[in-house]
């Protein structure tokens, strides 16, 4: 009741490292979550696992949207994660791919020129992954 109450006053409530720990599918009914975060560990993963990472992902995200949550996978490190879930309809994706931590005073146009939207200018920064070019290859 109180997350309900919380987020009754426009604050979006996300479960974050979805698929580890205490995070369990329960949860995805019983509280009111905006979005969730799927561990960065499934990446981690990806095309070294004897197991499919790859279905298991897909199967978050398709489980997200059906609860209509946004879905944000962390650790992406590579071209092809970042291909594959885009085409995994994820809605955003987070990772040492796109750049490290760095001081606000160290971000500049370089990430802009690098991952530019090709939705309507001022898109907001939780725009959908479909709205973002992938990356070139090469």
Excluded: C
């Amino acid at each position: 009741e109180t997350l309900r109450r919380i987020k009754a006053t426009g604050v979006s409530i996300v479960m974050d490292d979805f698929g580890t720990g205490y995070s369990s599918l329960s949860y995805l009914w019983k509280f009111p979550f905006d979005k969730i975060k799927i561990d960065r560990s499934f990446m981690q993963s990806f095309g070294k696992s004897e197991r499919d990472v790859e279905t298991v992902v897909k199967t978050i995200i398709a489980l997200g949207r059906q609860l209509n949550m946004r879905v944000t996978v962390e650790g992406v490190e590579t071209a092809g994660q970042v291909d594959f879930l885009y085409n995994a309809d994820a809605d955003q994706v987070q990772g040492f791919f796109f750049g490290h931590p760095e001081p606000a005073s160290g971000i500049g146009g370089d990430i802009l020129k690098k991952y530019s939207r090709t939705g309507p200018a001022g898109a907001p920064a939780d725009a959908p992954l479909r709205a973002v070019k992938p990356p070139e290859r090469g």
